[in-house]
């Protein structure tokens, strides 16, 4: 049939739409051949949150303060003096959210606890009412069979404990293991999953050397003094875990990102890389294969040693169920002998030619799979991506947030998960990043990262068009 004889039949609207319908139907062929829920296997589909970030309610119902609390109260440390005093109002909304995040098909729900909300000091007296709160969360989400991870801890430590020195103390340890010890007796009858530590790298650099984050110090040996303390922290929250819930899988987060040298061809940018690597994506992860730090590629550790006590080599050792990875950009350096510490520098996104997304990061898909690829060498039992998402300008229109960017960053990120599966890597999960736009840090409230849109005046929810997409890609 020639195209005057189908313009006879159907006109040159209907024909018009019909291309349209087609066209449509031909990109909807064209992802699932390409990404198919079904193609992963047997695979954990989840969503992750942190209990600063949505919680709200901070010092209701016997919470006490944390480090954020305290930070994000004083002038000048968060992006338009903001503060997470409500955040989402997670805290009175836990009902209807859980009932968003069932809706869109995931699975899994991670959520952190926030320590000071059930031990308000950080030692000591237990809040029963925090702990009711986190018992009502928990039980919602099996009632909606949705899977509890818990991540127990997520940066809000307790500022009575950052009093007498937090992650600088060596008593923090002592400290996080009672309180794991607390939790898992009193959570661990419903809860299968358990993440020690979100980020070691992140909470330790920002918060204890460069002053960005919570609780706001600055210095390089406060730096190195709080990641030793964290580092075994994060083993020894494992060993309590595994004696009191022997049949839960536990783990704990990194974040990675892949080094490359911005002049491939140049010695200073490769050493620059192993250095880079050394801290970023091996300091936290080696010991706990009694491999050590990775002292060779990056001499800088040896100020490490200053803090070591007899059998910290041995007490940094744990092997984890699973080891979660966090990928959020690339880093790109050009080695400099000028610059102290490193001797290199971070090479701005915007000079690397790809898309970026409003936290200035590059979009780069492949950053995901090198990272599974890099960690899917050491002997892991199982890899999975406790996070993932990226922060774009989000327009309502007309009821609607059509987030085209952020649906194609997943759609992307995703591939490059499933042809590392395909290659051999045993990852097992993905967790976005995140359900609702919430408090983002230093950030405040001006970068968005959800799923859901969340207008923070008058807390409704708007599912985006990334959430619907989710929806159908996991329901299909």
Known sequence: MDRRELL??????????????????????????????????TFTWGIATAATQIEGAWNIDGKGASIWDTFGHKKGNINGNSNANVACDFYHNYISDIALLKKMGFGAFRFSLSWPRI????????????????????????????EPWICLYHWDLPQALEDKGGWLNRDVIGWFTDYVSFCAKTFGDRVK????????????????GTGLHAPGHIGLNKFFNAAHHAA???????????????????????????????HPQSERDIHAVRRLDAIMNR???????????????APILHRIDQFMQQNDEVNLKFDFDFWGLQNYFRVVVDGNPLIPILKASKVAAKKLGNEITDMNWEVYPDGLYRSIKQF??????????TEGGAAFKDNLQNGEIVDEQRTRYFQEYLKGILKAKKEGANVTGYFAWTLLDNFE?????SKRFGLVYVDFETQKRIVKQSGQWFEMFLKE
């Not at 237990?126 to 969360?137: H, T």
């Not at 992860?285 to 590629?297: A, D, T």
């Open 8 to 41: 006879k039949i159907l006109g040159t609207a209907s024909l018009s739409a019909y291309l349209l319908q087609w066209a449509k139907a031909s990109d909807e062929r064209n992802v699932k051949e390409f990404l198919n829920a079904s193609s992963f296997g």
């Open 119 to 146: 031990i308000p000091k950080g030692t000591g007296d237990i809040n029963l009412k925090g702990i009711d709160f986190y018992n009502r969360v928990i039980d919602q989400c099996i009632e909606n069979n949705i």
């Open 193 to 208: 999953h358990w993440i020690v530590l979100n980020e070691p790298l992140s909470f330790t650099l920002f918060g204890y």
């Open 232 to 262: 075994l922290t994060q083993a020894e929250g494992g060993r309590v875990l595994r004696n009191l819930l022997p049949t839960a899988k536990i783990g704990t987060a990194f974040s990675c990102s892949p080094i490359d040298p911005h």
């Open 283 to 297: 300091m936290f992860s080696e010991p706990l294969l009694g491999l050590g730090y990775p002292y060779k590629e």
């Open 376 to 385: 899917s060498k050491y002997p892991v039992k199982e890899i999975i991506i």
């Open 441 to 445: 840090w230093a950030e405040g409230y």
